[in-house]
C-alpha cells in the first residue's frame, strides 16, 4: 500500500514539473506552451499545501496497517496459564498452602454453592481452609476428566470447568475420624489483569 501511495506521489509531482511542449510546432505554439507552463507551475504554498496532504496520506494508511497488523491473543499459550493455576489448587490441597486460595483474588472475589451466594473475605477464605486442610489427610485428589477451558474473544476473561476424585480421612469436630470419598466440579472464572491473572469467582458442587 505504501509503494502505490510513493507511486502516486512521483506521478503528481512530475505532473507538476513538466510542460506541455510536444516534439516540433511553430514557435508561435512553443512560446504559448511555454507561457501555459508558468501559469500551471506549482508555486511554493501550492507545493507545500500538496506535501502536507500526502503525509496525512501515509500517516492514516500507517496506522490503519498497524491496526490490522495488531495480533490475536495466543490461546494456546493463555489456556496452559490457566492449566497450571488448576494444576497449583490441587497442589495446594495437598501441600496444605492456605495462602494460595487468598492470592490473586478478586476484592469482590464471589463464591456459590449448596444454594448460596457468598463475598467471603480473605480472612474469611484463610480461615475456612486452615480449618480445612489442617484436619484433612487426602489419599487421592486428581483429575476425572480434562478441564475444559475457555475464553473471550479477547482473551482478557478465561473460566475453567473441571471435575475431581477427592478421598481421604477428616478429623471431625469429636476429634473423630471419618474416611470420605467424594466428587467435586467447581467453575473458576478469572479476569487478565496485566500478566496475571486474578480469580473473580467460584461456583462449585459435590456429587
Same mark, same amino acid.
Given at each position: !500500500?505504501?509503494?502505490?501511495?510513493? !507511486? ?12 506541455? $511542449? ?25 507545493? !507545500?499545501?500538496? !506535501? ?37 489448587? $490441587? ?15 478478586? %476484592? ?7 444454594? %448460596? ?28 476428566? %480434562? ?45 487478565? %489483569? ?14
Amino acid at each position: !500500500m505504501f509503494i502505490l501511495c510513493i !507511486m502516486i506521489w512521483e506521478k503528481v509531482a512530475k505532473s507538476s514539473q513538466t510542460d506541455s $511542449i510536444g516534439k516540433g510546432g511553430s514557435l508561435g505554439d512553443k512560446k504559448g506552451a511555454e507561457r501555459k507552463r508558468k501559469k500551471n507551475a506549482a508555486t511554493p504554498e501550492a507545493s !507545500m499545501k500538496l !506535501m502536507i496532504h500526502f503525509s496525512k496520506l501515509l500517516y492514516a494508511i500507517f496506522f490503519i496497517t498497524l491496526l490490522g497488523c495488531q495480533s490475536s491473543p495466543d490461546f494456546e499459550t493463555l489456556r496452559k496459564e490457566i492449566l497450571d493455576l488448576h494444576k497449583k489448587t $490441587i497442589e495446594a490441597h495437598w501441600n496444605k498452602d492456605v495462602g494460595f486460595f487468598i492470592k490473586d483474588i478478586s %476484592e469482590d472475589y464471589m463464591s456459590v454453592g449448596s444454594g %448460596e451466594l457468598r463475598n467471603p473475605t480473605k480472612e474469611e477464605i484463610t480461615s475456612q481452609f486452615s480449618n480445612y486442610l489442617n484436619n484433612t489427610t487426602f489419599t487421592e485428589y486428581r483429575d476425572l476428566r %480434562e478441564p475444559i477451558i475457555n475464553f473471550s474473544n479477547d482473551g482478557s476473561i478465561a473460566w475453567s470447568v473441571v471435575q475431581v476424585k477427592v478421598a481421604g480421612k477428616r478429623i471431625m469436630n469429636d476429634r473423630s475420624e471419618r474416611d470420605f470419598d467424594d466428587t467435586w466440579a467447581w467453575i473458576t472464572l478469572y479476569r487478565r %489483569e496485566g500478566d496475571k491473572w486474578i480469580r473473580l469467582g467460584e461456583v462449585s458442587n459435590r456429587k
